[in-house]
Structures are given as structure tokens and as C-alpha cells.
């Protein structure tokens, strides 16, 4: 690109962001004409008070399933796996309880988050066969939705499925995998799947807030189960994470011309899609490991990643040859993603993000038709009307809401974008706005509540819940 970065300047800002947003710490890299620049600002643990560095390591948290992605499609390459072969032609034994699910569900079902199976895997303990027991265990796992109905973002399951899949085809566990296939040709040191093979040294340091008074504190979980490992697992630096993203914007090439994987594979990757129900907040479309985002007119590639305390951002944008990577050890709420991420972005003359949508007050809605109990495991919302409007409310696990401070019950005012997309503002001064669908009307009531990429069935109507 011909703009160059300010980096005192955009280190500054950051710097400025880290303190309004009590992050402790941000690395950020922007891979840009295929060249890389580096910042860090703060502390990688508030304990020590060591300061972060370009060479700190971070949790990618739900970024992992993008490098699963890329793996997955080496053997798809190689001929070795189809996108659209039942899992069971190398799984035969796969099953969950709806018969027609475990006939014909696909790779592809996976990796766009159509698959429907709920998270119901126990726990499958920290061995080397942790993800044949995942398989095992989904036996009676129902459906949340049909097959290939609607996106649902699947945390860990649809991931570890994949890994199993891989695993199978190649002899070899999936950490192994990964590294022989992904970071060994990437040539990346320091990224690894495997948490006890990560350079303390090195590591960032995991923080959670409770309240603006008490500030940062340290996570309570170093890191994630390894049932997470493919959805979750990966650690690696800002530098890394680019690195990675340059198969994308180069064809499946590595930053020195190794070829890891076919131009036709990348282009599967990002031109296999689905629609996603609440289209604000992260994207419109689901690819395979990828969100699509749609900056106005420009095509964008994301993904997102969350463990108990750390939190990864990528964004790549092909029209400026362009992915900017931030890794953080604390929030980053969505405000602080979208101020740091436009600082650099309109510093390099590149698409930036663009805000919300405003609510449309004026909109006349049937107000019944949302009402309703939508569920999941382990996740619970109730949508009433009240004085002409909707109101959700959203009820926390006891361990959480204690932990967090919180009431185990928290409502929030629904503000209507079109008779499907709302708003959904806070009062605390911790969160920022967020969105939600609901949508597939059937019988005069909706189907499903879909926010933060997961989708809640509708269990039952709140008059029936209330009687």
C-alpha cells in the first residue's frame, strides 16, 4: 500500500485505548505488501508488571479454528478428504441421535457451522485420545437445529470432529498434525497447539474485569480443557498470526514462496458460504474457518477468539493486500477492537469498520411472535414484551454471575433494526452494544434467537412458561 503506518502514533493511541478499556496488555502486527510491522504496548501480567513484547505469546482462543481449517484442507488437497463426504466414510462408527444427522453430515457442515449437533460431550478428559472420546460420547448429542437448516456457531465440538477426521486419515494425533503440516511449513516457532509446550517465559498472563473500582484481575483458568484444542487451543504471537493469514491473501503460499496450499483451496475456503442470521456484529456470512465481513462493498476475512481472559482479533482484506492481527490479555471489548483496528486501518488508506446500525423506532411489530423461551445447553433467554417494546433476559450460571459480580438474571432493552435484527444497548458501563436475530417465523412465532454466533431454538412460549 502506498500509505505508511505511523507507528509512535498508532502505539500511542493504543496505549491511550489499553487504559480507557483496562486492557493490561495488545500486540498488534499488520502484514501489509507483504511486509510486516510490529507493536506491543503494557504488561503481559499486572502481577509482575513484565511488560509485553512483540515475541509475547497469547491464547488465539476460536482464531484456532482457522489454522484447524487451513490443516483440514491440506488433506482435502491431497485427495485424502472430501468437504462433502459423510463423516462417516472415515468416522464409520460417527453417531448423535437423529439418524438422518449421522448419515450425511459433511465436513463442510462443520467448518461453516451448519451442522446442528449440540455440545453434549461430558468430559472427555486431557488425553492423547481426547477427541476419539469426544466422538464417542455424542452418541445421543440432539440436534439444536436440522442439518444444514441455519448457522450456529459451534465452540468446540464441530473442530474436535474435524481433528478426529484428520487424526484417522494421517495416524497421528492432532497437535502432531498441526505442527507437521501447519506451523513446521509456516515456519513458525512459537505457536503451538499443546499450552505445556508454551515458553512461560513468554506468556501472557490472562485477565478478567469485574467492576471499573476493582480493575483487572488475573483469570481464574490458565487455559482452556483440550477438548477446545482445534476450536480453541492455539497460542502464537501477533507476528505468527499473520504469517498465517499470508496463505490467504497469497494463494496458499508462505511469506518465502512455499506453497502449503492450492490457490483452489484457498478459494474454497473463502467462497464456500453461509448466510449468518444477526449479520452486525461479525460478519454476513460464514466460510470454511472464516468469517466474511462486508465493509461497505469490501469483502473482508475474519476471525474472533476468546479464552478465560485472553482474546484474539484477525482481520484480512484482500482488495489492500492487507491483515492486521491483535492479540490481547484482558477484554477487548468490540469498542476497543474497532478504535484500534480503524486507527490503522484508515492510517493505511484501507476499508475500515463500520459502526452498528441505527434502530428503526418506527417499526410496527407483532410483538407475540418474539415472546419465548430460547435455549441451549448450558444458555438460557427470555424475550417478553413490555410497555410496547421487547425485552430480553439473559440468566447466568450461578458460578459465573458469583465469580463476575452479577445478578444471575441480567435484562436488556431489544431495539429494533427490521422485523428480524435488533440492538441490544447495556447499562453497564463493561459492555458495549451488541446484536441479535430472531427470525424463522413459523405458526406466527419465531424459531430462533441468534446472537454472538449462537443460535437458541425456541423451547416454548412464555405464556406456557409462566402458567
Known amino acids: 500500500m502506498a500509505e505508511e503506518l505511523d507507528m509512535a502514533r498508532i502505539k500511542a493511541r493504543t496505549a491511550e485505548l489499553l487504559a480507557e478499556y483496562h486492557v493490561p496488555s495488545a500486540a498488534i502486527a499488520v502484514l501489509a505488501d507483504g511486509e510486516i510491522t510490529e507493536l506491543a504496548v503494557g504488561v503481559k501480567d499486572l502481577t509482575t508488571r513484565e511488560p509485553a513484547t512483540t515475541d509475547t505469546i497469547y491464547q488465539c482462543g476460536s482464531l484456532s479454528k482457522t489454522w484447524t481449517a487451513l490443516a483440514f484442507m491440506r488433506f482435502?488437497?491431497?485427495?485424502?478428504?472430501?468437504?462433502?463426504?459423510?463423516?462417516?466414510?472415515?468416522?464409520?462408527?460417527?453417531?448423535?441421535?437423529?439418524?438422518?444427522?449421522?448419515?450425511?453430515?459433511?465436513?463442510?457442515?462443520?467448518?461453516?457451522?451448519?451442522?446442528?449437533?449440540?455440545?453434549?460431550?461430558?468430559d472427555p478428559g486431557e488425553g492423547d485420545d481426547v477427541y476419539e472420546r469426544m466422538v464417542a460420547a455424542i452418541a445421543g448429542a440432539r440436534q439444536v437445529h436440522p442439518l444444514g437448516h441455519t448457522h450456529g456457531y459451534s465452540a468446540a465440538l464441530g473442530y474436535a470432529v474435524l481433528a478426529r477426521v484428520m487424526e484417522v486419515i494421517d495416524g497421528k494425533n492432532w497437535d502432531e498434525i498441526m505442527k507437521n503440516r501447519l506451523f513446521d511449513p509456516l515456519g513458525l516457532t512459537s505457536t503451538t497447539s499443546r499450552h505445556d509446550l508454551v515458553d512461560q517465559d513468554r506468556a501472557a498472563t490472562g485477565h478478567l474485569i469485574r467492576s471499573l473500582g476493582e480493575g483487572p484481575i488475573v483469570s481464574p483458568l490458565g487455559h482452556l480443557p483440550r477438548s477446545y484444542g482445534p476450536g480453541g487451543n492455539i497460542t502464537s504471537t501477533a507476528r505468527e498470526v499473520v504469517l498465517m493469514a499470508h496463505?490467504?491473501?497469497?494463494?496458499?503460499?508462505?511469506?518465502?514462496?512455499?506453497?502449503?496450499?492450492?490457490?483452489?483451496?484457498?478459494?474454497?475456503?473463502?467462497?464456500?458460504?453461509?448466510?449468518?442470521?444477526?449479520?452486525?456484529?461479525?460478519?454476513?456470512?460464514?466460510?470454511?474457518?472464516?468469517?466474511?465481513?462486508?465493509?461497505?462493498?469490501?469483502?473482508?476475512?475474519?476471525?474472533?477468539?476468546?479464552?478465560?481472559?485472553?482474546?484474539?482479533?484477525?482481520?484480512?482484506?484482500?482488495?489492500?493486500?492487507?491483515?492486521?492481527?491483535?492479540?490481547?490479555?484482558?477484554?477487548?471489548?468490540?469498542?476497543?477492537?474497532?478504535?484500534?483496528?480503524?486507527?490503522?486501518?484508515?492510517?493505511?488508506?484501507?476499508?475500515?469498520?463500520?459502526?452498528?446500525?441505527?434502530?428503526?423506532?418506527?417499526?410496527?411489530?407483532?410483538?407475540?411472535?418474539?415472546?419465548?423461551?430460547?435455549?441451549?445447553?448450558?444458555?438460557?433467554?427470555?424475550?417478553?414484551?413490555?410497555?410496547?417494546?421487547?425485552?430480553?433476559?439473559?440468566?447466568?450460571?450461578?458460578?459465573?454471575?458469583?465469580?463476575?459480580?452479577?445478578?444471575?438474571?441480567?435484562?436488556?432493552?431489544?431495539?429494533?433494526?427490521?422485523?428480524?435484527?435488533?440492538?441490544?444497548?447495556?447499562?453497564?458501563?463493561?459492555?458495549d452494544t451488541q446484536t441479535v436475530a430472531i427470525y424463522d417465523f413459523a405458526d406466527g412465532a419465531a424459531r430462533y434467537l441468534h446472537t454472538n454466533c449462537r443460535v437458541n431454538p425456541r423451547v416454548e412460549g412464555m405464556a406456557a412458561y409462566l402458567r
Open 76 to 122: 482435502v488437497d491431497e485427495g485424502k478428504a472430501g468437504l462433502d463426504e459423510p463423516v462417516r466414510t472415515y468416522l464409520p462408527g460417527f453417531a448423535v441421535a437423529d439418524p438422518g444427522v449421522s448419515a450425511k453430515v459433511t465436513p463442510r457442515h462443520l467448518l461453516n457451522h451448519t451442522n446442528g449437533i449440540e455440545e453434549d460431550f461430558g
Open 247 to 431: 496463505l490467504l491473501l497469497d494463494q496458499g503460499r508462505t511469506a518465502n514462496g512455499t506453497r502449503v496450499l492450492s490457490a483452489e483451496a484457498v478459494r474454497e475456503m473463502t467462497g464456500s458460504r453461509v448466510p449468518v442470521p444477526d449479520p452486525y456484529m461479525f460478519g454476513p456470512e460464514w466460510a470454511l474457518g472464516l468469517i466474511v465481513c462486508d465493509w461497505n462493498g469490501r469483502t473482508v476475512y475474519a476471525h474472533d477468539g476468546s479464552t478465560v481472559g485472553q482474546h484474539a482479533r484477525l482481520r484480512v482484506l484482500p482488495d489492500s493486500n492487507l491483515a492486521v492481527a491483535m492479540l490481547a490479555n484482558g477484554g477487548p471489548r468490540d469498542g476497543f477492537y474497532r478504535k484500534v483496528f480503524n486507527e490503522i486501518l484508515a492510517g493505511l488508506g484501507a476499508a475500515t469498520i463500520p459502526d452498528l446500525p441505527e434502530p428503526d423506532l418506527t417499526l410496527k411489530l407483532d410483538l407475540p411472535a418474539y415472546e419465548g423461551v430460547y435455549e441451549r445447553l448450558g444458555t438460557r433467554y427470555e424475550v417478553t414484551a413490555e410497555d410496547g417494546g421487547l425485552r430480553l433476559t439473559l440468566a447466568l450460571n450461578p458460578f459465573e454471575a458469583q465469580y463476575l459480580g452479577k445478578p444471575d438474571r441480567i435484562t436488556y432493552e431489544l431495539l429494533p433494526i427490521s422485523d428480524t435484527h435488533f440492538l441490544m444497548p447495556s447499562d453497564d458501563p463493561l459492555e
